[in-house]
């Protein structure tokens, strides 16, 4: 799908190198078009019902209205809209607080050009990309608790692959030849399950637990 697509994207971040830095990046780079700079949560807010940005690459700590904050409050308003957490910070309370305001991807600042785009066009689709610090503390979390997704059903672990696979719910539904409520059901008894509350999460804790490969 991101091959055809331009992907409007749009920078909050309190730091005007930052902004400028990502802004020259994505100018240089064909599919990926840049609809707007944000340097504080509050102009986020206010400039994303302006832009419409399909990816928005979202700083977490910020005056005035953290990232986490309008994380959640963006995609209240837009649920299709995707975010990607890109911080310098890799603290454990952080990551888990992005990704259950439903941020799709967690990303630190030192990761390469080339690895950023890739992860707006994943993003795009509906994929998730997470920096290996921010894996890492979530097989830490998983492992304070036993097996969890051990309960899951067959037909379970065949909707959980497909959401690795960055299926949406009418996607899963359509695959599986079973009404968009009944695949609905099934994401969140998986989410319940891995005591997630994403599908980010999820993918984390089934590749670590081996639930899928």
């Known amino acids: 799908?991101?091959?055809?697509?331009?992907?409007?994207?749009?920078?909050?971040?309190?730091?005007?190198?930052?902004?400028?830095?990502?802004?020259?990046?994505?100018?240089?780079?064909?599919?990926?078009?840049?609809?707007?700079?944000?340097?504080?949560?509050?102009?986020?807010?206010m400039l994303f019902e302006k832009v419409e940005p399909d990816v928005i690459l979202m700083d977490l700590l910020m005056p005035k209205l953290d990232g986490v904050a309008v994380t959640r409050e963006i995609l209240a308003r837009s649920p299709d809209t995707r975010v990607i957490a890109l911080t310098s910070f890799q603290e454990k309370e952080l990551v888990q607080?992005?990704?259950?305001?439903?941020?799709?991807?967690?990303?630190?600042?030192?990761?390469?050009?080339?690895?950023?785009?890739?992860?707006?066009?994943?993003?795009?689709?509906?994929?998730?990309?997470?920096?290996?610090?921010?894996?890492?503390?979530?097989?830490?979390?998983?492992?304070?608790?036993?097996?969890?997704?051990?309960?899951?059903?067959?037909?379970?672990?065949?909707?959980?692959?497909?959401?690795?696979?960055?299926?949406?719910?009418?996607e899963i539904a359509k695959r599986l030849s079973i009404s968009r409520t009944t695949a609905r059901a099934h994401v969140s008894h998986i989410l319940g399950k891995l005591r997630v509350s994403n599908r980010s999460e999820a993918i984390a804790v089934a590749l670590r637990q081996k639930l899928i490969t």
């Open 1 to 45: 799908m991101s091959d055809i697509h331009s992907i409007r994207v749009m920078v909050v971040d309190d730091h005007h190198m930052v902004r400028k830095g990502l802004a020259a990046y994505l100018k240089s780079d064909p599919d990926l078009v840049l609809v707007g700079e944000a340097s504080n949560g509050e102009e986020a807010l």
């Open 97 to 170: 607080n992005a990704l259950q305001a439903g941020a799709i991807s967690y990303l630190l600042k030192n990761v390469t050009g080339e690895d950023l785009a890739q992860a707006i066009r994943n993003a795009f689709d509906g994929k998730s990309t997470l920096a290996p610090e921010a894996t890492q503390i979530l097989i830490q979390t998983t492992c304070e608790e036993p097996n969890p997704g051990g309960d899951l059903t067959p037909r379970e672990l065949e909707v959980l692959k497909l959401l690795a696979d960055g299926l949406t719910n009418p």
